[in-house]
C-alpha cells in the first residue's frame, strides 16, 4: 500500500514536471526562467485548499512539518494555517488582555481537519479534550502546575518500579546461572557501596514484595502490548536509543495510569488509544510542544479514558453504558440506514462482536494508519455529541462494501471486515457526516440507537446521554449533589415535622 502511494506521488511529480517543461518551451524567451527557479506544485495541496474539508497535504506522509517548509507551501494553505490559528490565537487578545476562545469555533475548524504546522494539531487536542481551558489567559499558570504535578507523580510512583524493571530485564538476559549470580552479586556490591548507612545520599525507599511482583506483571503486560502499538512505524519501538525514548515514554504513562486509577488499572488497548496522542505531542515541530510531550499525553489521555472508560470495565459489557450496548447501537443504525444490508449480515449471522468490538473501543485506531487516524480523531473530538459520530463512521464503513458484503459468505465477510481494505478516509467521514444530517432525533430513538429524552424534575432540563453542549454526562453533576437553598432546607424541615406526625 505505501509502494503504491509513493509510486503514484513520483508519477504526479514526474507529470508536473513534464506540464513545466512544456511551458516553459511554449513561453517567450524573454519570460522564460531557469528550470533551477521554476516552482514545483505539491500534490495536494490545491485539492486542501480550495476544499477545507479536505485532507492536509501532509495526511498521506504522516509526518509533521517544520515552520520552514510551511514556506514552501502555496499561499491559499498558508491562509488555512493562519484560519486555524485565529480561532485559537485571536488577534483581539493583545488588545483587551483578557482572551476567551469560541469552542464552536474550534469544533467547527477541526472538524474539517486540522492542518500540520507546528503546535496546531496538539494544541487544538488540548482545547477538545479539556485539558485547556477557553480562558488562555490562564494556559501558562494551569501547564505550569500540571506538568509538575506530573513529574511529583512520576517520582513517587514509577520510577523505582521502572529502575527495579530494567534490573529484572537486566538479569533475564544472563543466561547462564554463573553470569546471573555476577551480575546480581555486582549489582548487590554497588548499591551497598553506593548507598552505606554512613553515606550522605539514603537510599531509595524499597517496595514490598507483593507490590513487587505486581508492578513487574503490570510492567510486562504493558510492554508487550507497546511494542505492539502501529508496528508499522518504528516511532515506538525501542531498536535504538532514541526511539527507546518514546517508547519509555508509552509504559511510563500507562503505568502511572493504571497505579492512580487502580479501579481499572490496565486494560489491554489502552496502548492503542494512547499512541496517537503522544505522537501528535512528541513529534511536534514547536519546542515547548516536544519537551513537554509526556505530561502532556498523560492529562489528555486521561480525560479522554474518563470518557470512553465503560469500554474497558469488564462487569459493565452488558450494561446499558458497556460496549455490548454500543455494539446493539451500531446494528440498530445499520438496520435505520440500509436494511437490506443489515437483513444480509443477520442472515448470515455476522454479529457485530465479530468485526466491531475494535471499532468502537478502540476508536478505529487499529483499523487504519496512524495518518488517517489523526484525521478521524480530528473529527470525533469535535462532534459535539461524542462519540455518536463514530457510530455513524462505522455505519458508513459497511455501507462502503455493501456490495462486496451481499455476494460473499460468512468467511469472505468476516474476513474483509476484520481487514477493512485501504480507503479514503476523508470519503468515509463525508459519508458518516451525510448520513447523520438525514437522521432525525426521533428516527435514532424510535431504533434505540440512543436514549430516550427525559425531564428531570430537579432541574427542567432534558436528560440523555449527550447535553447540547456536547460535554459526557459523566462529569455533569448529578441534581442531589446540588446544594439546598434556604427555602428549602425550611421546606424539608416542615414535611420531616408533618411525616413524624403522622406517623405518631
Excluded at 494556559?139 to 529484572?168: C, H, I, S, Y
Excluded at 539514603?202 to 508487550?224: H, R, T, V
Excluded at 515541530?285 to 474518563?306: G, H, I, K, R, V
Excluded at 462519540?387 to 462502503?400: K, T
Aim: hydrophobic letters at 40%; a neutral charge; proline letters at 7%.
Amino acid at each position: 500500500r505505501k509502494r503504491a502511494v509513493r509510486g503514484c506521488v513520483m508519477m504526479m511529480a514526474t507529470a508536473t514536471q513534464q506540464q513545466q517543461r512544456q511551458r516553459q518551451q511554449h513561453a517567450p524567451a524573454a519570460s522564460s526562467s531557469p528550470p533551477s527557479s521554476a516552482p514545483i506544485s505539491i500534490p495536494g495541496a490545491a485539492r486542501t485548499a480550495a476544499d477545507p474539508t479536505a485532507l492536509s497535504p501532509t495526511a498521506a506522509g504522516g509526518e509533521s512539518f517544520k515552520s520552514s517548509t510551511l514556506s514552501k507551501f502555496p499561499p491559499a494553505y498558508k491562509q488555512r494555517v493562519a484560519l486555524f490559528r485565529e480561532a485559537v490565537e485571536p488577534s483581539a487578545c493583545a488588545a483587551t488582555g483578557r482572551c476567551v476562545i469560541d469552542r464552536d469555533a474550534v469544533r467547527a475548524y477541526a472538524h474539517r481537519g486540522i492542518p500540520d504546522a507546528p503546535a496546531l494539531r496538539s494544541t487544538y487536542w488540548k482545547i477538545l479534550l479539556d485539558y485547556l481551558p477557553l480562558d488562555k489567559s490562564t494556559w501558562e499558570m494551569q501547564l505550569t502546575a500540571n506538568r509538575q504535578m506530573f513529574q511529583e507523580w512520576k517520582k513517587e510512583l514509577a520510577l523505582e518500579p521502572l529502575r527495579m524493571r530494567g534490573d529484572v530485564l537486566k538479569l533475564r538476559l544472563c543466561s547462564d546461572s554463573t553470569l546471573r549470580r555476577r551480575a546480581s552479586h555486582a549489582a548487590m556490591t554497588m548499591e551497598e557501596t553506593q548507598f552505606h548507612p554512613l553515606a550522605s545520599t539514603p537510599p531509595p525507599p524499597q517496595l514490598p514484595a507483593a507490590n513487587f511482583e505486581q508492578d513487574m506483571a503490570l510492567l510486562d503486560m504493558i510492554e508487550k502490548d507497546v511494542e505492539r502499538t502501529f508496528p508499522s512505524l518504528h516511532f515506538f519501538h525501542r531498536d535504538e536509543s532514541t526511539i527507546a525514548k518514546h517508547f519509555d515514554a508509552l509504559r511510563c504513562i500507562l503505568f502511572l495510569y493504571a497505579k492512580l486509577n487502580p479501579g481499572i488499572q490496565y486494560v489491554q488497548g489502552m496502548n492503542e488509544i494512547l499512541g496517537p496522542i503522544y505522537y501528535v505531542f512528541a513529534s511536534d515541530s514547536d519546542p515547548e510542544t516536544q519537551e513537554n510531550a509526556e505530561a502532556d499525553a498523560f492529562y489528555c489521555f486521561t480525560n479522554l479514558m474518563s470518557e470512553i472508560m465503560d469500554n474497558f470495565i469488564k462487569p459493565l459489557d452488558c450494561s446499558e453504558v458497556g460496549v455490548h450496548r454500543n455494539l446493539e447501537r451500531l446494528q440498530s443504525l445499520l438496520k435505520l440506514k440500509d436494511r437490506e444490508l443489515w437483513a444480509n449480515l443477520e442472515e448470515k449471522a455476522l454479529h457485530p462482536q465479530f468485526y466491531s468490538f475494535t471499532w468502537i473501543t478502540l476508536l478505529l485506531s487499529q483499523t487504519f494508519d496512524l495518518p488517517e487516524v489523526l484525521r478521524l480523531w480530528d473529527s470525533l473530538f469535535s462532534d459535539r455529541n461524542r462519540f455518536r459520530l463514530l457510530l455513524f463512521v462505522c455505519c458508513a464503513m459497511l455501507i462502503h462494501c455493501r456490495e462486496d458484503l451481499l455476494k460473499s459468505s460468512f468467511a469472505e465477510s468476516l474476513c474483509l471486515l476484520q481487514e477493512f481494505p485501504p480507503i479514503d478516509i476523508q470519503e468515509i467521514l463525508e459519508e458518516a457526516v451525510a448520513l447523520q444530517k438525514v437522521t432525525t432525533e426521533e428516527d435514532l430513538v424510535a431504533y434505540g440507537v440512543i436514549p430516550p429524552v427525559k425531564a428531570s424534575p430537579a432541574l427542567g432540563t432534558p436528560s440523555s446521554d449527550s447535553s447540547s453542549t456536547g460535554t459526557p454526562t459523566t462529569r455533569h453533576k448529578h441534581p442531589k449533589w446540588a446544594p439546598f437553598s434556604k427555602d428549602k432546607k425550611k421546606d424539608k424541615e416542615n414535611k420531616n415535622k408533618h411525616d413524624d406526625g403522622n406517623s405518631k
